[in-house]
């Protein structure tokens, strides 16, 4: 099981966070308890057990409700039971990762082996591509990497985006975490259709430089500058600008003598930039 609770640093003792988490699993144990439930289980007074559930109940672990009465009510309102939200449960390790392979197993198996495996993933990125596509369209084309960095991070993926580093010329955008890495190490397709999301979202060719499934501590993807792109896809170079035309000679006309400093001036300039013979 995960710690559970963000209460400040001075409160998370070990034993404190040690009880806490006693609580939670107290209660996925034994369904919605009520605090007498829990302090005579854990052998904590009720006030005790009160504020842990106060901390859980604010960071959206447990939630209080009344219990259920099966048969005829007694007089009075029942007793206020504590029941895990699904935050609480997510604390607890889960067999998602498992489904998913397995899921996706299936898929190649039965479905078209590799390409049935990229459609889905290409699939499930453009199923999620709304909130991406209108976070980087409001965005200014130089802060688009750090608007698609905010909208990964409210889908859990931690990511932010800064400069490349030296001599590269663009931007990193980095994922410190993989929501769904597991099953990307046994199916790249999922990174291969992100990767492809994210060259159309921003309208340039990406490189993917390292991956969390591949054991990297940190998924990272290079978005070159606009200009850098340009050349890399093979864009023509600008015009050059046409020379200055000679004045047409006349008829009978001698050829003026060039100056020796003028002559030496035409030639210092044709050579500019040669190193001496």
């Not at 099981?1 to 963000?6: A, C, L, P, R």
């Not at 940190?218 to 093979?234: D, H, K, L, M, Q």
């Not at 600008?241 to 006309?253: H, V």
Request: glycine share 8%; net charge neutral; hydrophobic share 35%.
């Amino acid at each position: 099981m995960k710690n559970v609770g963000e209460a400040p640093q001075e409160e998370l003792a070990t034993g404190e966070r040690s009880t806490r988490n006693r609580v939670v699993r107290s209660v996925l144990d034994h369904g919605p308890s009520t605090v007498s439930d829990l302090a005579q289980r854990l052998g904590l007074t009720q006030a005790a057990v009160r504020r842990h559930l106060d901390a859980l109940a604010a960071d959206g672990i447990v939630e209080a409700r009344e219990r259920r009465v099966y048969g005829a009510r007694t007089r009075g309102r029942p007793a206020k039971v504590f029941a895990l939200t699904d935050c609480g449960r997510d604390a607890f390790d889960q067999s998602y990762d498992e489904l998913a392979v397995d899921a996706l197993r299936w898929i190649g198996e039965r479905e078209g082996g590799d390409e049935a495996i990229a459609a889905f993933a290409r699939a499930r990125i453009a199923a999620q591509a709304g909130s991406y596509r209108e976070a980087v369209a409001a965005a200014a084309p130089e802060e688009r990497a750090q608007a698609l960095a905010r909208a990964l991070t409210a889908d859990g993926y931690a990511a932010t985006a800064r400069s490349a580093p030296h001599p590269q010329q663009g931007e990193q955008l980095c994922q410190h975490h993989c929501p769904v890495a597991h099953a990307a190490e046994r199916f790249p397709q999922l990174c291969e259709a992100e990767t492809e999301f994210f060259a159309e979202l921003l309208g340039t060719h990406v490189q993917r430089l390292a991956t969390i499934a591949h054991g990297d501590g940190v998924c990272t993807t290079f978005i070159p500058n606009s200009s850098t792109a340009s050349r890399a896809s093979g864009a023509s170079p600008p015009p050059k600008s046409p020379e200055p035309s000679k004045p047409p000679r006349t008829s009978g006309t001698k050829p003026e003598k060039s100056s020796p400093h003028i002559h030496n001036a035409t030639a210092s300039a044709s050579t500019a930039g040669r190193n001496p013979a």
